[in-house]
Every structure is written in structure tokens, then in C-alpha cells.
């Protein structure tokens, strides 16, 4: 089946430092998702992008969907202890109801 | 407040026994997933439902059943034919509006198999 691949796998930062993690896919995808998980609790939506080129941003978070549809950034400046968890991105190919999920970026905050 | 609910939070169960999970949502959402999630993975398919009184398999159905017999309702239930069933268990729904389709999670509920 359809896969994406997610990286890093995990990132150590200082607190402060600007972090970035992508998605990429071997075909097109309409719509890229970003999620944050904490600890045993379900994923939430941090951004949507719909269009090729697409540039969000939802406070320190920018997220772009790639111009050849495969491929999707999400940036995360100063981080902070609270952005500690694991990102989540998802991809729509096609019109149908399913996500194709990475398998996700542990974000941890040196001591 | 409008969201997904899931119960339990947490699930113990002996080998050998069914057990169902519950999932309700009061968003008016058509669509509704069931995904399982294992230490350090991501996410992975179970069923799903695109409206009443239909569903579909997803990437790792066997061992499991569902039903969709409310909007607001889909229930999982995990059988003894499930191998390993042990994890932690995500429901999502998601209103279809046209290319839009940004999937809405539950707390989760996380079985232990004794």
C-alpha cells in the first residue's frame, strides 16, 4: 500500500531552537495534515493544507505543502518545553475518505 | 461541548475474550475510523464507516468487527481471533465536505491483554 515517509525519526532541541520535520510520498497527494500527539492521548489537528504551494501558519507552527503535491514541511520556531510529543503528518491521495499516516517525529526538549 | 468520546480509557481482558469498545461523536460527522497504534508506531487502519449501516475494512481488520447502526455510534470489537491484541485503540470522524477531510480524534482507550 500507499506509504509516507516521515523524518526525523526523533529530534533532541534546546529550548529555543527552531525545528523542522517532513513527509514525503512516492505519488500525489490532494490534502496533508498535521497532527501532535502527547502521551496517551488521541492526535490533534495542528494544521490543514489543501492546495500545491500552500503556505499556514497556526502561532509558531508553519506548515507547506509541497508545489509537486509529494511532499510536505512542518517548521516549529522557538520551541518551547510544551512542544514536547510526537507529529503526526497524514496525506489524502485521491477522493476517498482514508489518511495515509507517517509513523511520526518525537520532539524532545534537552534537559 | 461537541467531541469524541471513548470508553474505557483504559481496558483489561483475558485471552480468549471478546471485548468492545465504545466511540460516540456529536459533531454530525458522516465518516468515523477505527485505528490501532502500537509503542512507537504510527497509525494503522482497522475500519471504517462512511455512513449508517455500512463500513469497510481497513489495513488490519482480522480479529476485529464493527457496527454502524447510529450516525453517532461505531463501536469496535475486538475477538479472540485477534492475535495481539494489546494496544492503544483510536477512534476519528470526520465531516466529508467536498476536498476536505480533517479527521477528529477520541482520548483513546488502551487494552491490556492478561
Known amino acids: 500500500g500507499q506509504q509516507l515517509n516521515q523524518s526525523p525519526q526523533s529530534m533532541f532541541i534546546q529550548e529555543g531552537e527552531d525545528v523542522s520535520m517532513n513527509c514525503t510520498s512516492s505519488?500525489?497527494?490532494?490534502?496533508w495534515l498535521w497532527y501532535k500527539q502527547e502521551p496517551g492521548e488521541g492526535p490533534v489537528l495542528l494544521i490543514a493544507?489543501?492546495?500545491a504551494g500552500e503556505l499556514t501558519s497556526n502561532g509558531r507552527l508553519t506548515a507547506q505543502f509541497g508545489i509537486t503535491r509529494k511532499d510536505s514541511f512542518l517548521n516549529i520556531s522557538a520551541s518551547i518545553p510544551s512542544d514536547v510529543g510526537i507529529y503526526f503528518c497524514?496525506?489524502?491521495?485521491?477522493?476517498?475518505?482514508?489518511?495515509?499516516w507517517g509513523a511520526g517525529t518525537k520532539l524532545i526538549i534537552k534537559p | 461541548d461537541g467531541g469524541i468520546t471513548q470508553s474505557p480509557k483504559y481496558l483489561f481482558r483475558k485471552e480468549g475474550q471478546n471485548v468492545t469498545l465504545s466511540c460516540e461523536q456529536n459533531?454530525?460527522?458522516?465518516?468515523m475510523y477505527w485505528y490501532r497504534q502500537d509503542p512507537g508506531q504510527g497509525l494503522r487502519l482497522i475500519y471504517y464507516?462512511?455512513?449508517?449501516?455500512?463500513?469497510q475494512k481497513g489495513d488490519i481488520a482480522e480479529g476485529y468487527s464493527v457496527s454502524r447502526e447510529k450516525k453517532e455510534s461505531f463501536p469496535l470489537t475486538v475477538t479472540s481471533a485477534q492475535k495481539n491484541p494489546t494496544a492503544f485503540y483510536l477512534c476519528?470522524?470526520?465531516?466529508?465536505?467536498?476536498?476536505?477531510?480533517?479527521?477528529?480524534f477520541g482520548p483513546g482507550t488502551r487494552l491490556t491483554v492478561l
Open positions: 476519528a470522524s470526520t465531516e466529508w465536505q467536498g476536498e476536505k477531510n480533517e479527521q477528529f
Open positions: 459533531l454530525n460527522h458522516d465518516a
Open positions: 464507516s462512511q455512513i449508517v449501516n455500512d463500513f
Open positions: 505519488s500525489i497527494f490532494n490534502t
Open positions: 493544507l489543501y492546495k
Open positions: 497524514a496525506g489524502r491521495p485521491g477522493s476517498n475518505y482514508q489518511l495515509i
